[in-house]
C-alpha cells in the first residue's frame, strides 16, 4: 500500500523511456542489473522502505521491461512497447491488478539532450554524458552506443543509459548499471502475468479511491505540529471537532497538480461549512511560493 501511494506520487518514475532504434551489427537485446542509490532529504528518508535498491531491465528490439527488486510482489513492473508507443505500469492494489497507460500529462516535463565531453567507464562500457531538464529539475544520463536499442528514462536518446541521475524535490535517485548480458531474448519475457486490467491513470486514481478503506470511525489521527504558509503554528488535535481534510503534496508531483483544481472546488463547496483544509509538503516557504505564482491551491 505505501509503496503504491509512493509510487503514484512520483508518476511512473520507474517506467521506460525509449526509442526504438537498432544500429546494424549491434547486439540489441539482454539484461542490465542496475543498482539504486537514494539521497533523500532527511524529511523523505522513510521512502527508502519501499523505493527498491536495484532494478533489471530486459530488452529486445520492440520491448523494454524494467522491475524493481522490492518487498512488494513480483507482478510489479513497467512494459515500453516502443512499435506502439505504449508504456504500462503493472501493479496491484488491494488484490486488484491494474495495467495503468502512462499519461504524459502527469510526468514531469522532459526537455532536449545536450551532450558533454565527458566520459565514464560503467559496467565495461565507455559512457558518454547527457544532461536534460526535467521539470524544474535536471537528469544526468551516462549511455553507450555499444547496444543496438535505445533507451533513456522520460526521452529520446540515441543510446543506452547505463547511468541516470534524476533530481526531485524529496531528493536524488541514481541507477547505475553494474552487469550487463547481451544476448537473445526469448519472446515470453514480455507476457504479463495474467488477471491485469488495462485502464487510464486517471481511472486508476478513481479506482484507489473506491477501493481504498477509510479509517474506521473513532480512530484517533496521528497528531502533528507544522506552521502554515504565513508561519502559524498549526496542530492537529487543536481542531478536534471539526472535519478534517489533509493532503499531502509537493511542487513536483504531478498528479498533485492535476488535482489541485478538483480540491480547489471541493474547498469552496465546503466554503460555509465547519470544515478545515490542509495541504502538508516537506518544501520550504520559498519553493511554495514561486510554486503559487503559476498554480492556483486554496488548501
Given at each position: 500500500?505505501?509503496?503504491?501511494?509512493?509510487?503514484?506520487?512520483?508518476?511512473?518514475?520507474?517506467?521506460?523511456?525509449?526509442?526504438?532504434?537498432?544500429?546494424?551489427?549491434?547486439?540489441?537485446?539482454?539484461?542490465?542489473?542496475?543498482?539504486?542509490?537514494?539521497?533523500?532529504?532527511?524529511?523523505?528518508?522513510?521512502?527508502?522502505?519501499?523505493?527498491?535498491?536495484?532494478?533489471?531491465?530486459?530488452?529486445?528490439?520492440?520491448?523494454?521491461?524494467?522491475?524493481?527488486?522490492?518487498?512488494?510482489?513480483?507482478?510489479?513492473?513497467?512494459?515500453?512497447?516502443?512499435?506502439?508507443?505504449?508504456?504500462?505500469?503493472?501493479?496491484?492494489?488491494?488484490?486488484?491488478?491494474?495495467?495503468?497507460?502512462?499519461?504524459?500529462?502527469?510526468?514531469?516535463?522532459?526537455?532536449?539532450?545536450?551532450?558533454?565531453?565527458?566520459?565514464?567507464?560503467?559496467?565495461?562500457?565507455?559512457?558518454?554524458?547527457?544532461?536534460?531538464?526535467?521539470?524544474?529539475?535536471?537528469?544526468?544520463?551516462?549511455?553507450?552506443?555499444?547496444?543496438?536499442?535505445?533507451?533513456?528514462?522520460?526521452?529520446?536518446?540515441?543510446?543506452?543509459?547505463?547511468?541516470?541521475?534524476?533530481?526531485?524535490?524529496?531528493?536524488?535517485?541514481?541507477?547505475?548499471?553494474?552487469?550487463?548480458?547481451?544476448?537473445?531474448?526469448?519472446?515470453?519475457?514480455?507476457?504479463?502475468?495474467?488477471?491485469?486490467?488495462?485502464?487510464?491513470?486517471?481511472?486508476?486514481?478513481?479506482?484507489?479511491?473506491?477501493?481504498?478503506?477509510?479509517?474506521?470511525?473513532?480512530?484517533?489521527?496521528?497528531?502533528?505540529?507544522?506552521?502554515?504558509?504565513?508561519?502559524?503554528?498549526?496542530?492537529?488535535?487543536?481542531?478536534?471537532?471539526?472535519?478534517?481534510?489533509v493532503n499531502f503534496w509537493f511542487t513536483n508531483c504531478q498528479p498533485c497538480i492535476a488535482e489541485m483544481p478538483s480540491l480547489n472546488e471541493l474547498k469552496s463547496d465546503y466554503a460555509d461549512k465547519d470544515v478545515e483544509f490542509l495541504a502538508v509538503t516537506f518544501e520550504d516557504q520559498k519553493a511554495i511560493s514561486g510554486f503559487l505564482?503559476?498554480?492556483?491551491?486554496?488548501?
Amino acid at each position: 500500500m505505501k509503496n503504491l501511494i509512493f509510487f503514484l506520487a512520483i508518476a511512473f518514475l520507474g517506467s521506460c523511456g525509449s526509442k526504438k532504434q537498432k544500429t546494424a551489427n549491434l547486439p540489441s537485446s539482454g539484461e542490465v542489473h542496475y543498482v539504486i542509490d537514494l539521497d533523500l532529504i532527511p524529511s523523505a528518508q522513510q521512502m527508502k522502505e519501499t523505493f527498491g535498491d536495484a532494478a533489471t531491465i530486459k530488452f529486445n528490439e520492440r520491448y523494454v521491461r524494467l522491475q524493481k527488486e522490492t518487498s512488494t510482489p513480483a507482478e510489479e513492473f513497467y512494459i515500453t512497447d516502443n512499435v506502439v508507443n505504449e508504456k504500462l505500469a503493472y501493479v496491484e492494489f488491494l488484490d486488484n491488478k491494474f495495467a495503468i497507460i502512462e499519461d504524459p500529462s502527469l510526468l514531469p516535463a522532459p526537455g532536449s539532450f545536450t551532450l558533454h565531453e565527458e566520459y565514464l567507464d560503467i559496467a565495461g562500457f565507455k559512457c558518454q554524458k547527457a544532461t536534460a531538464p526535467l521539470g524544474d529539475k535536471m537528469m544526468t544520463v551516462y549511455f553507450t552506443k555499444l547496444i543496438g536499442t535505445s533507451y533513456a528514462p522520460y526521452g529520446d536518446l540515441d543510446g543506452f543509459a547505463l547511468q541516470y541521475e534524476l533530481e526531485f524535490p524529496y531528493g536524488t535517485v541514481t541507477y547505475t548499471a553494474d552487469k550487463v548480458m547481451l544476448k537473445e531474448m526469448n519472446p515470453l519475457f514480455v507476457n504479463p502475468p495474467s488477471g491485469f486490467k488495462k485502464i487510464t491513470m486517471r481511472e486508476f486514481q478513481m479506482q484507489m479511491k473506491e477501493l481504498a478503506s477509510p479509517i474506521p470511525e473513532g480512530v484517533m489521527a496521528t497528531n502533528f505540529v507544522k506552521k502554515d504558509y504565513k508561519g502559524n503554528e498549526v496542530e492537529l488535535k487543536s481542531l478536534i471537532g471539526k472535519v478534517v481534510v489533509v493532503n499531502f503534496w509537493f511542487t513536483n508531483c504531478q498528479p498533485c497538480i492535476a488535482e489541485m483544481p478538483s480540491l480547489n472546488e471541493l474547498k469552496s463547496d465546503y466554503a460555509d461549512k465547519d470544515v478545515e483544509f490542509l495541504a502538508v509538503t516537506f518544501e520550504d516557504q520559498k519553493a511554495i511560493s514561486g510554486f503559487l505564482q503559476n498554480h492556483k491551491f486554496e488548501f
